[in-house]
């Protein structure tokens, strides 16, 4: 069974950093791209972060770019996402997903196959 469990998430000041990772179980992902998407309350679940099967290729929406940086550990079937310089409207949950993603398809949600629980940030100001 597949598995994504996401963490480090939590209560930070504005300003302030955070990074999430994702370990994915059940299966080896090394050929597939994986993705950070956020939801806010009220709001549709939206792209933020997305990494390519061998690292080489990364994809940002343009309010992170310069703040969070994604990376990957093929080795520990890990993903992760550092964010500096945290803002009150990067408060949401955070979700990592896996697929084989593209430099066209990595914003689409549909693309991706597996996906894990969330795990909430929250931005004070």
């Known amino acids: 069974q597949v598995q994504l469990v996401e963490s480090g998430g939590g209560l930070v000041q504005a300003g302030g950093s955070l990074r999430l990772s994702c370990a994915a179980s059940g299966r080896t992902f090394s050929s597939y791209g994986m993705g950070w998407f956020r939801q806010a309350p009220g709001k549709e679940r939206r792209f933020v972060a997305a990494i390519s099967w061998s690292g080489g290729s990364t994809y940002y929406t343009d309010s992170v770019k310069g703040r969070f940086t994604i990376s990957r550990d093929n080795a520990k079937n890990t993903v992760y996402l550092q964010m500096n310089t945290l803002k009150p409207e990067d408060t949401a949950v955070y979700y990592c997903?896996?697929?084989?993603?593209?430099?066209?398809?990595?914003?689409?949600?549909?693309?991706?196959?597996?996906w894990g629980q969330g795990t909430q940030v929250t931005v004070s100001s």
């Open positions: 997903a896996v697929g084989r993603l593209n430099a066209y398809n990595y914003r689409a949600p549909g693309i991706y196959d597996y």
